[in-house]
């Protein structure tokens, strides 16, 4: 898992997205905002996005990414850090919650709806997903955006199709409880991809739910989103 960091301060590790990559970050603000609050950005590329490894089966489950953030807190000296995850990253954060929340201060999700539990996905969409990652003909035209998003970040689709053989993204979270990480829930009023969020934020209880109105990937450009956001991760700052 290749990691950049800026600033100096606390660590706050940056999640990105399905399709996306590590430095999304930065053209969205996030960086420059939370080195000017104090915190070091940290930011990783899951294998397939960006310049991470290669992908394959044994390392693109969300167990597998999950343990990838864990090793790289390791890497860092990090004993636990804050996390910001947005869409799959969202789901790497909330996994990490639930398994590893001592490695864990706060937590922020954006992104992430009913669609990320595994018992709830659409698995006609997700195949609808597969086919179109792995250039198969006459793919559901919805997903042509996605795809589309993987080619812009620099990302060979046809690389990215192991995240969606074995339950795949949008399919990663197998076990909820109440969280027992402060953590902050941002829900995008129109979001195309994950449209509802009511069952899982139900079962994971969060600190605060913030919802606002923006598409999928608009949320990660707003600034109260980002203001809002840094200032749940600065109520957990070590003194």
Same mark, same amino acid.
């Given at each position: 898992m290749k990691l950049e960091t800026y600033g100096a301060g606390e660590a706050v590790?940056?999640?990105?997205?399905?399709?996306?990559?590590?430095?999304?970050?930065?053209?969205?603000?996030? *960086? %420059?905002? @939370?080195?000017?609050?104090?915190?070091?950005?940290t930011l990783v590329d899951f294998p397939g996005h960006g310049d991470g490894a290669p992908p394959d089966a044994e390392n693109t489950t969300i167990?597998?990414?999950?343990?990838?953030? *864990? %090793?790289? @807190?390791?890497?860092i000296g990090a004993a636990d850090a804050c996390l910001v995850g947005f869409s799959m990253g969202g789901g790497v954060a909330l996994h990490l919650a639930v398994e590893v929340p001592e490695r864990l201060r706060r937590v922020v999700v954006a992104g992430v709806g009913d669609e990320a539990v595994n018992?709830?996905?659409d698995d006609k969409r997700i195949a609808e997903l597969r086919a179109a990652f792995a250039g198969e003909p006459a793919p559901a035209r919805w997903t042509d955006s996605i795809v589309r998003n993987a080619e812009l970040a620099g990302n060979d689709p046809r690389g990215l199709v192991s995240f969606l053989r074995?339950?795949?993204?949008?399919?990663?979270?197998?076990r909820l409880e109440a969280l027992r990480v402060p953590t902050l829930f941002v829900v995008a009023e129109d979001d195309e991809y994950m449209p509802t969020a009511a069952r899982l934020l139900a079962e994971?209880?969060?600190?605060?739910?913030?919802?606002c109105a923006g598409s999928h990937h608009?949320?990660?450009g707003d600034p109260t989103v980002q203001e809002a956001?840094?200032?749940?991760?600065?109520?957990?700052?070590?003194?």
């Open positions: 590790v940056l999640l990105h997205g399905f399709t996306s990559r590590g430095d999304s970050w930065r053209r969205w603000g996030w *960086v %420059d905002r @939370l080195v000017a609050h104090g915190f070091v950005a167990t597998a990414l999950a343990a990838q953030v *864990v %090793d790289m @807190l390791d890497q018992a709830w996905h074995h339950g795949g993204w949008p399919g990663g979270l197998a994971l209880a969060p600190a605060q739910v913030l919802r608009e949320i990660l956001a840094v200032a749940f991760l600065a109520q957990g700052r070590i003194e």
